[in-house]
């Protein structure tokens, strides 16, 4: 009897699986087409200066439509695009497009704002990444000091050396980088302190609970400090409410970017953002 349901546990188990792997698959083979045909989009969301008020910087975020399932979140898709490899074609598409448009913009005559991409430590890790993305900035034309580069947490568990040299060479070439998602990895202080990196990004999970869990209330504040200490900036990510970016401001958070200010929206969108606060009125 035990066996019996055993048996049948174990063949309902990997039906589940085989469906949950099937789907993977398939998904996987639309990815490709999608690259194939050019189907992703970029948005937008503006990084504001609590200070000013004013819109800095952009973040890049991909965005997939499917033809058959609308939108699927990043969420899914990058996980898998790093699975079958098929993230560096991907990354290599959104350095491309995020440098182009920001080129454009200034082109168009925008005040010039910087634009944040984030990276996949397998794009990182890739033999020629420095030299790829040094040329993708000449091809575009964009000023390096113009690019920002968002990396986890996770870089901390690669070789360090390696890290900081490649690190340095951005630094030195002028372009950003920012530590993604602050707070929820494993990176211990001295390591932190030993990357040069510019600007910390508090990770939303903490930003929702300011002013509501008193513990989210004092690492915010604590990575702000953190981040000044080291001489690097911060950015509060997720900021959602008034009150949040009244306590973020009075604690010397250098920028914020959240649904307070904007969704990320496509270009045309972006540019009626940046518009709006040139007369003064986002927040
Ligand atoms: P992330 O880099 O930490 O990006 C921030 C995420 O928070 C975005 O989700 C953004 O839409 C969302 N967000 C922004 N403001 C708010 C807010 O006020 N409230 C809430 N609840 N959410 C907010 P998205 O676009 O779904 O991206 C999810 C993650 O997928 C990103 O997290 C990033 O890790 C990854 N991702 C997105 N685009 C790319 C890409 O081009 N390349 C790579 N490698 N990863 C990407
Ligand atoms: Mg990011
Ligand atoms: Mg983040
Ligand atoms: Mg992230």
Request: aromatic share 10%; net charge negative.
């Amino acid at each position: 009897y035990t066996k019996q349901t055993g048996r049948n546990g174990y063949t309902f188990y990997n039906n589940e699986m085989n469906e949950k792997s099937r789907e993977k698959l398939s998904l996987g083979n639309d990815l490709h087409k999608a690259l194939l045909h050019d189907n992703f989009l970029l948005y937008y969301q503006p990084q504001v200066d609590v200070q000013s008020g004013q819109i800095i910087g952009a973040e890049a975020l991909i965005r997939w439509k499917h033809p058959e399932k609308g939108f699927i979140s990043p969420a899914e898709f990058i996980p898998l695009a790093e699975e079958n490899g098929l993230i560096l074609q991907m990354g290599e598409w959104v350095l491309r497009t995020a440098c182009q448009q920001n080129k454009a913009w200034q082109d168009a005559g925008y005040e010039p704002i910087r634009m944040s991409v984030n990276l996949s430590m397998h794009q990182f890790q890739q033999k020629n990444f420095i030299e790829s993305i040094l040329r993708t900035l000449e091809e575009t034309g964009l000023q390096a000091n113009y690019l920002e580069l968002e990396v986890t947490e996770s870089i901390a568990m690669y070789d360090i050396e390696n890290v900081i040299k490649k690190l340095d060479i951005l630094d030195k070439a002028g372009i950003h980088v920012s530590v993604d998602d602050f707070g929820t990895g494993y990176s211990s202080l001295n390591y932190l302190r030993r990357l040069p990196v510019h600007t910390l990004k508090i990770d939303q999970s903490f930003v929702r609970d300011i002013n509501i869990d008193w513990d989210d209330t004092a690492i915010v504040n604590s990575i702000i400090t953190l981040a000044h200490t080291l001489r690097m900036n911060v950015v509060a990510e997720g900021v959602e409410t008034q009150e949040q970016f009244a306590f973020l401001k009075e604690h010397g958070c250098d920028r914020i970017q959240g649904y307070l200010v904007s969704p990320p929206v496509p270009a045309g969108q972006f540019e009626q953002l940046v518009k709006k606060t040139v007369e003064g009125v986002t927040l």
